[in-house]
C-alpha cells in the first residue's frame, strides 16, 4: 500500500542520474483519486539462460557490447523500484542458466540475484532442464532440446566434453519421478535452501536433486498468498509434497510457479498445456485444488494465456513467458504483474529494462522497450472475492484503496530513460534464427535452424 503519489509524472522527478529508481520529491503532483486502488504487483523472471551465459568472463557479450548484462540490469531496476512498482515478491520461472555444468553462468546468475536480496526483495526459484545438466542420451533418441542444448551448451564457454551426445536430456517415467542424476548438482550449490531461508517469505524445500521445490507466503494489502514453486517436470513425490502444502494452508489463495506447463498451439497463438507433463499437472494436481487461482511458466519460447476451469467449475489463469528465443535471448524482458483487487483484474506488463538502459545510439529495431498486446501485456478479469469464496473470505479494505497504476509508474519510468524507443503494439515474434554471435556458436554449427 502507498500513499497518493505520481498521477502525473515529470521524468527528471522520476528518475535519479545514477539509477533506473523513483525519487520522492515535492514537485511531483499527487494522483487522481479516482485513479487509485488497492493494488500490488509481482514481478516475473522468464527464462535467464542465455542472459547468464552471455556475461561470464569467456565471453563478456554484453558488456562489451552494451556496457552494461541485462540479468543485473534487471535485478537492479525492480530492487530500486520496488517501493514505487508496489512490488511485494518476485517469481523465477527456471532455466537460471543454460549449461549447468558451467560454473562462469551460475556466478553470473548469483551475482544478479544478490541484488535483489540486498535490496530487500524476497523471490522464489526454481531449476529448469537446463539447470539439471545435460546427460548423456539414452538408446539413440533425439529431440528438440538436444538440438538447441547441442548448438549453445558452450555458449561463449570452453568446451566441455560429455559422454555421449553433447547436451541431450533423457525424460524417464516423469510421472514417478525417476529421472537420471547429475553427476554436478550446481543448481543446489548456488540456490541452497539455505539461501532461500535467507528470504522472509521462505517456508520449506522439497530438497532431491533435480526436483528443489519450494514454497513462500508473501502478503500484499492486507492478504496473504502462497507461492508453490516447482521443479521442471516435477515428480509424483514433489506433488505430494506440495498437496500437504496446500493442505496445511487451506485458506490461502495459491499461485503455482514451475517451468513448464504451456505451448503454443499449432497456429503460433493459441496456447495450450503441453502433451505428457503439462496436461498431467493440470488433470492431476492444479485441477484438483481449488486454492490454485494462477500458475506460471516458461520453457516453450512465447507468450499468452491459457484460462480454464477446475473442477469446483472456477477459472485458473495459465501464463506463458518465455523470450529466450528472441532477439539478444531475451534482451532484458521481464513481467510485472499487477494485481488490482478494486477493479479485479491481472494485467501483465511485459519490458525491458535493459533496452532502456542501452545507449541510444547503438539500439536497433529489434530492442523492445515494452509491449502494448494482448498477448504479451495482457489483462485478465477474475471477481477475487468470488473466486477465493470456497476456501476463504477476501474482502477488499477501502482503506487499502490507495495506490496508483504501478504499471503506468513502469512504463513512464521506461520512456522517460530511453524516449527513442516507443511501445510495440503487435505481439512479439520469434526470429528465423537465435539473435547469437558467432562466438557463441560451438565450432561446426551455425545459428540457423
Same mark, same amino acid.
Given at each position: 500500500m502507498r500513499s497518493k503519489i505520481l498521477g502525473?509524472?515529470?521524468?527528471?522527478? +522520476?528518475?535519479?542520474?545514477? %539509477?533506473?529508481?523513483?525519487? &520522492?520529491?515535492?514537485?511531483? @503532483?499527487? #494522483?487522481? *483519486?479516482?485513479? +487509485?486502488?488497492?493494488?500490488? %504487483?509481482?514481478?516475473?523472471? &522468464?527464462?535467464?539462460?542465455? @542472459?547468464? #551465459?552471455? *556475461?561470464?568472463?569467456?565471453?563478456?557479450?554484453?558488456?562489451?557490447?552494451?556496457g552494461s548484462e541485462p540479468y543485473k540490469v534487471q535485478t537492479q531496476?525492480?530492487?530500486?523500484?520496488?517501493?514505487?512498482?508496489?512490488?511485494?515478491?518476485?517469481?523465477?520461472?527456471?532455466?537460471?542458466?543454460?549449461?549447468?555444468?558451467?560454473?562462469?553462468?551460475?556466478?553470473?546468475?548469483?551475482?544478479?540475484?544478490?541484488?535483489?536480496?540486498?535490496?530487500?526483495?524476497?523471490?522464489?526459484?526454481?531449476?529448469?532442464?537446463?539447470?539439471?545438466?545435460?546427460?548423456?542420451?539414452?538408446?539413440?533418441?533425439?529431440?528438440?532440446?538436444?538440438?538447441?542444448?547441442?548448438?549453445?551448451?558452450?555458449?561463449?564457454?570452453?568446451k566441455v566434453n560429455y559422454p555421449g551426445t553433447i547436451g541431450v536430456e533423457t525424460k524417464p517415467s516423469v510421472f514417478s519421478g525417476s529421472k537420471a542424476t547429475k553427476e554436478l548438482p550446481f543448481y543446489s550449490k548456488w540456490f541452497s535452501a539455505e539461501r532461500a531461508q535467507k528470504n522472509p517469505t521462505f517456508r520449506e524445500r522439497f530438497n532431491e536433486l533435480n526436483n528443489e521445490s519450494e514454497y513462500h507466503i508473501f502478503s500484499a494489502e492486507g492478504h496473504s498468498f502462497l507461492v508453490l514453486a516447482l521443479a521442471y517436470q516435477a515428480s509424483d513425490r514433489v506433488l505430494r509434497w506440495a498437496q500437504k502444502v496446500l493442505d496445511a494452508h487451506p485458506t490461502l489463495p495459491a499461485i503455482l510457479t514451475t517451468h513448464e506447463i504451456l505451448v503454443k498451439g499449432g497456429d503460433k497463438r493459441d496456447i495450450q498445456f503441453t502433451k505428457g507433463y503439462g496436461e498431467h499437472l493440470w488433470n492431476d494436481f492444479i485441477k484438483e485444488n481449488d486454492q490454485i487461482f494462477l500458475t506460471l511458466c516458461g520453457h516453450n519460447a512465447g507468450s499468452g494465456t491459457l484460462v480454464t476451469k477446475n473442477n469446483k467449475g472456477h477459472s485458473v489463469v495459465n501464463v506463458l513467458q518465455d523470450?529466450?528465443?528472441?532477439?539478444?535471448?531475451?534482451?532484458?524482458?521481464?513481467?510485472?504483474?499487477?494485481?488490482?483487487?478494486?477493479?479485479?483484474?491481472?494485467?501483465?506488463?511485459?519490458?525491458?529494462?535493459?533496452?532502456?538502459?542501452?545507449?541510444?545510439?547503438?539500439?536497433?529495431?529489434?530492442?523492445?522497450?515494452?509491449?502494448?498486446?494482448?498477448?504479451?501485456?495482457?489483462?485478465?478479469?477474475?471477481?477475487?472475492?468470488?473466486?477465493?469464496?470456497?476456501?476463504?473470505?477476501?474482502?477488499?479494505?477501502?482503506?487499502?484503496?490507495?495506490?496508483?497504476?504501478?504499471?503506468?509508474?513502469?512504463?513512464?519510468?521506461?520512456?522517460?530513460?530511453?524516449?527513442?524507443?516507443?511501445?510495440?503494439?503487435?505481439?512479439?515474434?520469434?526470429?528465423?534464427?537465435?539473435?547469437?554471435?558467432?562466438?557463441?556458436?560451438?565450432?561446426?554449427?551455425?545459428?540457423?535452424?
Open positions: 502525473s509524472v515529470v521524468c527528471s522527478a +522520476l528518475l535519479t542520474i545514477a %539509477t533506473f529508481s523513483l525519487v &520522492p520529491a515535492q514537485s511531483v @503532483a499527487h #494522483a487522481d *483519486s479516482a485513479q +487509485l486502488a488497492s493494488r500490488f %504487483t509481482m514481478g516475473v523472471f &522468464p527464462d535467464t539462460q542465455y @542472459a547468464s #551465459a552471455g *556475461s561470464i568472463p569467456a565471453s563478456h557479450h554484453f558488456m562489451n557490447r552494451y531496476w525492480l530492487a530500486d523500484n520496488k517501493k514505487a512498482f508496489g512490488l511485494k515478491f518476485v517469481v523465477h520461472l527456471g532455466d537460471v542458466v543454460n549449461n549447468s555444468v558451467n560454473e562462469g553462468q551460475w556466478k553470473a546468475a548469483d551475482a544478479a540475484m544478490s541484488i535483489l536480496e540486498k535490496g530487500g526483495v524476497p523471490y522464489s526459484v526454481l531449476p529448469g532442464n537446463h539447470d539439471m545438466g545435460p546427460i548423456p542420451v539414452v538408446g539413440g533418441s533425439v529431440n528438440k532440446l538436444a538440438e538447441e542444448v547441442g548448438r549453445y551448451a558452450d555458449y561463449g564457454a570452453s523470450y529466450q528465443e528472441s532477439y539478444e535471448g531475451g534482451n532484458g524482458l521481464l513481467g510485472l504483474l499487477q494485481f488490482d483487487f478494486t477493479h479485479n483484474t491481472m494485467e501483465m506488463l511485459a519490458a525491458s529494462p535493459y533496452a532502456a538502459k542501452k545507449p541510444a545510439k547503438i539500439l536497433v529495431n529489434e530492442d523492445v522497450l515494452y509491449y502494448q498486446n494482448e498477448r504479451d501485456s495482457f489483462i485478465e478479469h477474475m471477481d477475487f472475492a468470488q473466486r477465493f469464496a470456497g476456501f476463504t473470505r477476501f474482502v477488499v479494505n477501502h482503506k487499502d484503496e490507495n495506490d496508483p497504476d504501478y504499471l503506468d509508474i513502469a512504463r513512464r519510468n521506461l520512456r522517460c530513460r530511453q524516449p527513442s524507443l516507443k511501445p510495440v503494439t503487435t505481439p512479439s515474434k520469434l526470429p528465423a534464427y537465435l539473435e547469437m554471435p558467432k562466438s557463441f556458436v560451438p565450432t561446426g554449427r551455425t545459428g540457423k535452424q
